[in-house]
């Protein structure tokens, strides 16, 4: 792994990726199960559409390898919290995911070891938090936008607010089949925030609009959601997703940024879309600037 002068994205490779439990309501083991062989070249393909799309967006993509017996580690917008060269790893709410939290921990620390990485903590034990998933740096607005009531629990938000000294509005999910901010929220380099109002309670549908302005809010609808293309990777103007319905495609395109879709069905099985996919590792607030008294 390698950190460039480039976006910093961190993918795990779908070797152990199967659908072999059900811990969101989008999983479906029968379905993987019809053909186990089919879906892992599928997911294979699907995979490396994902890092060549990502490349092609300008993102330099580093490759962990899974890990037997974890088949969401493919998943590493859950393994951590990252800003400004800290990781924070996650603490997962279900217990088939808990066995990724050393792995990635290792990961990391690794990075650490190599000078990629300053800090490398993990969430108090007992306080489940699952990652970048629900913690979504909005670079504009300086602040994480922190999604819990799923699986990332409210007592998380102060931890995260500590850990990276920066603001973090907190956002409650309110659907089982929303379980990640991610699901259901992207933040875009034009500040305008796509989301899906369903997902989220009246307080944290209000906080958007305080927070955004109205004329940065893009709706998603039911079919977009259901799509897994809310779950996007934004790139300076390019937003990689699942394949978009037209009229998203059409109005993102408006707004002036370059969408590309592709084929994740294979992830979408378990529940999982592009970001979910993918962790950013270099990202950077903005330093506060304090006006210099001069001598
Ligand atoms: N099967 C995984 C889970 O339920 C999917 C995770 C998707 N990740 C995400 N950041 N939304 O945990």
Same mark, same amino acid.
């Given at each position: ?7 910093? +994205?961190?993918?795990?490779?779908p070797t152990h990726y199967e659908v072999s439990y059900v811990i969101n309501p989008w999983m479906q083991p029968g379905a993987w199960g019809s053909d186990p062989a089919a879906h892992r070249r599928d997911a294979a393909a699907a995979s490396?559409?994902? $890092? ?14 899974g890990?037997?017996g974890l088949p969401d580690m493919v998943f ?7 800003? !400004? @060269? ?10 088939e @995911? ?12 690794? +990075?650490? #070891?190599?000078?990629? +990485? &300053? ?6 034990? =007992? ?5 970048? =998933?629900?913690?979504?740096? &909005? ?14 629990? @409210? ?24 379980? $990640? +901010? ?42 977009? #959601?259901?799509?897994?293309?809310? !779950? ?17 495609? &059409? ?12 084929d994740l069905d294979p992830f979408i099985l378990s529940g999982g ?8 590792? &270099? ?13």
């Open positions: 792994m390698h950190i460039t002068a480039k976006p910093s +994205l961190l993918m795990v490779a490396a559409a994902l $890092h060549s799309a990502l490349e092609a967006a300008g993102a330099h993509v580093s490759i962990l390898p890990a037997a590493p917008a859950n393994a951590a919290v990252i800003l !400004n @060269r800290r990781a924070l790893v996650a603490r997962f709410a279900c217990s @995911r808990r066995g990724e939290e050393a792995h990635f921990r290792a990961a990391f620390d690794s +990075l650490r #070891a190599r000078g990629l +990485l &300053d800090v490398v903590e993990q969430y108090p034990e =007992g306080i489940f938090q699952e990652g970048a =998933g629900d913690a979504i740096w &909005d670079d504009g607005r300086q602040l994480f936008w922190a999604g819990y009531g799923q699986r990332s629990e @409210r007592a998380s938000l102060a931890i995260t607010e500590d850990f990276f000294d920066v603001p973090l509005m907190p956002l409650e999910l309110v659907s089982p089949r929303f379980y $990640h +901010l991610d699901t259901c929220f992207l933040s875009l380099s034009g500040g305008e925030v796509l989301y899906y109002p369903p997902a989220f309670s009246e307080e944290g549908k209000a906080s958007i609009a305080a927070v955004a302005g109205r004329e940065n809010v893009i709706l998603a609808q039911d079919e977009d #959601a259901a799509g897994f293309c809310v !779950n996007a990777v934004n790139i300076g103007r390019h937003i990689v997703m699942a394949r978009p319905p037209q009229r998203l495609r &059409d109005e993102l395109t408006e707004r002036g940024y370059v969408v590309t879709g592709v879309g592009a970001y979910c996919m993918t962790l950013r590792l &270099d990202r950077e607030s903005k330093p506060l600037v304090v006006e210099a008294a001069a001598e």
